[in-house]
């Protein structure tokens, strides 16, 4: 089992950064996919970004403007969201699965509570 608890969203204006922080529980830390989703009232959860030992998965929207990193000694990820837009308001979600197809196709095996983020105009 892997307990994830996301920190860090916020209000934020757009062209403005914000830094998410995911806390993971639990074994083999290390092992784990590790992913950022996010999810809009009435919309499935949407694949952000995704990071296994040194290497990176980032969808379009995100691509250029996210960096998703981790620390594997603290059982950390981060996402660090620059030039936000108006159209990233979400919930963010933090999601770990043992395949990086899983991931991809959004079907983590675990999720974190979600944290708020909101970019005004």
């Known amino acids: 089992q892997v307990q994830l608890v996301e920190s860090g969203g916020g209000l934020v204006q757009a062209g403005g950064s914000l830094r998410l922080s995911c806390t993971a529980s639990g074994r083999n830390f290390r092992a784990y996919v590790m992913g950022w989703f996010r999810q809009t009232p009435g919309k499935e959860p949407e694949f952000v970004a995704s990071?296994?030992?040194?290497?990176?998965d980032y969808s379009d929207s995100a691509e250029g403007r996210f960096t998703i990193s981790r620390d594997n000694a603290k059982n950390m990820v981060y996402l660090q969201m620059n030039s936000l837009e108006p159209e990233d308001t979400a919930v963010y979600y933090c999601?770990?699965?043992?395949?990086?197809?899983?991931?991809?196709?959004?079907?983590?095996?675990?999720w974190g509570q979600g944290t708020q983020v909101t970019v005004s105009s």
């Open positions: 999601a770990a699965s043992a395949s990086i197809q899983a991931m991809v196709s959004s079907r983590p095996s675990f």
């Open positions: 990071m296994i030992g040194s290497s990176t």
